[in-house]
């Protein structure tokens, strides 16, 4: 079970780092909406990985806005750290968070599920 200290600052993180992304991150390839869907931080607090949701209709605004939010990492870090004021502020690694597509799975293939009154021949 993590900590309470990590678990207060996954939380403290995932707020401030969609702050950043969505209010000082200046890039034109951020053009889909976003969302920090989770952040989860290492033992010893050096690392981090950070889920990101993008909802885009196409692939490559999805691609391209998820880009951008990689390549503004060392930004992003660099300000969470001014903002928190922690000694130790993690290596952020941004990932693409893909629990909706999997629920969007889960629930099709449940959709195709019949049940109900079965008349069996045996």
């Given amino acids: 079970m993590k900590k309470v200290r990590e678990q207060r600052l996954a939380g403290e993180f995932r707020k401030n780092i969609y702050e950043i992304l969505t ?43 998820f880009g951008a939010i990689k390549n503004a990492a060392g930004f992003v ?15 952020l690694h941004f990932l693409p968070d893909n629990s909706a597509a999997y629920g969007e799975k889960i629930d099709k293939i449940l959709s195709g599920l019949t049940y109900g009154d079965h008349d069996d021949d045996n």
């Fill in 23 to 65: 209010k000082r991150v200046k890039d034109e390839n951020i053009t889909a909406m976003f969302s920090v869907a989770e952040v989860e931080v290492a033992n010893d607090l050096k690392h981090a990985k950070v889920y990101v949701s993008v909802f885009s209709g196409t692939e490559e605004e999805k691609a391209a806005t």
């Fill in 77 to 91: 870090r660099r300000e969470l750290g001014a903002m928190m004021r922690i000694r130790t502020v993690p290596e």
